[in-house]
């Protein structure tokens, strides 16, 4: 028998829509079970696999979604991996689409010469460009962004996140995460 740790939930907001495509708002079971019976959500989608107590059996839930609507933040947190996902998961330099752990944070202006840790200073870069570029400017190393950096909003954020889908999407969630994807034609 398939571990329940198998088995997590969607989390859909009020409005149908993931909290998050990258990483995807899941859940574990046991997170979704309490939030079902505390009635913080509603059950949209269920798997075949039931969980048990002596009085009581619950299909496990596949997809949920919040009762109350959490708007987006306004402006995303600036940490390493947004900027990463701002990035495409790419250098900025030379076009190169990398794992995270195999992506760096390059300072466009160079701390050495004044630049700051900022949205519009920082940008992806692979562990070659990064130290072909070292503290020099990239006219300086002979070297061009492929886009210069700005602060992305939200939005940006989750539209680039729905490009890198997770290893596994269950059958029950494909509609919940795909909202542009082609319909099929009868």
């Known amino acids: 028998m398939v571990a329940l740790e198998s088995y997590p939930a969607l989390v859909l907001n009020a409005d149908f829509r993931p909290l998050s495509y990258f990483p995807l708002s899941l859940w574990s079971w046991q997170e979704a079970v309490k939030a079902v019976v505390s009635e913080r959500v509603n059950v949209v989608s269920v798997y075949e696999r039931e969980v048990h107590s002596p009085n009581w059996a619950m299909r496990l839930p596949s997809v949920i979604s919040l009762k109350e609507y959490i708007p987006a933040a306004?402006?995303?947190a600036f940490t390493r991996f947004n900027v990463f996902l701002r990035d495409r998961f790419a250098c900025?330099?030379?076009?190169?689409?990398l794992p995270a752990h195999d992506l760096t944070f390059d300072h466009v202006v160079p701390r050495a010469l004044g630049g700051r840790t900022t949205w519009a200073n920082v940008v992806a870069?692979?562990?070659p460009c990064n130290l072909r570029k070292g503290a020099r400017l990239p006219r300086?190393?002979?070297?061009?962004?492929?886009?210069w950096p700005t602060e992305p909003s939200t939005f940006?954020?989750?539209?680039?996140g729905r490009s890198f889908p997770p290893n596994f999407l269950h059958q029950s969630w494909r509609d919940f995460l795909y909202w542009d994807t082609e319909l099929e034609q009868f």
């Open 74 to 76: 306004r402006r995303p």
């Open 140 to 147: 300086q190393a002979g070297m061009h962004l492929r886009r």
């Open 156 to 160: 940006e954020l989750q539209e680039n």
């Open 92 to 97: 900025q330099y030379c076009g190169d689409e």
């Open 125 to 127: 870069a692979c562990s």
